[in-house]
């Protein structure tokens, strides 16, 4: 099967720049997540969709990221503008949908990331 | 929330075992999970616990105690390649994942 999807694999911007990553899940996860992991951390949840609907993005600073997934399907983040700390790795993965977790070892599978710099 | 806790670093010599705990403190437990990530690579999923006890897979095993919040990740006969960074995440009962820092094991010849 083929892994989830994105793009770019690096971006180099200016502070108050902004960048915008899409992610394209295994087909038929309905479950999408946003993670940040700065270097030497853990990956950080930044938010999760189920289909086309927000379940979760309390992590999500939203007076400068956004993110949407509009047709349930492939999903896009934005910053806007980036700071300095925003300089991380970005990750999408994807899941069965929240429902069908907990009857199946269902783990997370991660595309390979944006790394993101801010200069 | 969660508050998860395992060591930063680790090194052990090829052919040897390694074992590495995690600690977790969770509002709600629905699952653990190990990922093992490579420098510059996405985690790609080792391991999955819910119940008490000793799952294996091979020369990998992860253990769970849900009473003591507590799991390790063992790694028998190690290899050169499994130098990375082992990631110990907890899923809540709102399927949230959440990861913790991660342990970078080194293997030496």
């Known amino acids: 099967e083929a892994g989830v999807a994105q793009s770019p694999r690096y971006k180099i911007i200016e502070k108050r720049q902004s960048v915008a990553f899409w992610c394209n899940p295994i087909?038929?996860?309905?479950?999408l997540y946003w993670y940040q992991q700065i270097l030497g951390q853990g990956p950080k949840l930044l938010i999760q969709f189920q289909n086309n609907g927000v379940v979760d993005d309390s992590q999500l600073p939203k007076d400068r990221f956004s993110a949407e997934r509009l047709k349930g399907v492939d999903s896009t983040l934005k910053i806007q503008p980036a700071k300095l700390e925003d300089s991380a790795v970005y990750l999408c993965a994807s899941s069965l949908e929240i429902g069908l977790q907990s009857s199946y070892n269902s783990p997370l599978h991660f595309g390979n990331g944006t790394r993101l710099t801010v200069t | 929330g969660q508050n998860i806790d395992q060591p930063t670093e680790m090194t052990a010599t090829e052919g040897a075992i390694v074992q590495i705990n995690c600690t977790y403190q969770t509002s709600g437990f629905n699952g653990l999970f190990w990922y093992q990530q490579h420098a510059g690579e996405a985690p790609t999923f080792l391991s999955y616990n819910v119940l008490d006890g000793l799952e294996e897979k091979g020369r990998f095993s992860s253990f769970l105690s849900r009473s003591k919040g507590y799991s390790y990740l063992l790694l028998k006969e190690l290899q050169m390649k499994d130098s990375a960074s082992y990631l110990c995440a907890v899923r809540s009962n709102d399927y949230k994942l959440s990861f913790g820092a991660g342990t970078t094991v080194t293997v030496r010849a």
């Open positions: 087909s038929g996860h309905a479950t």
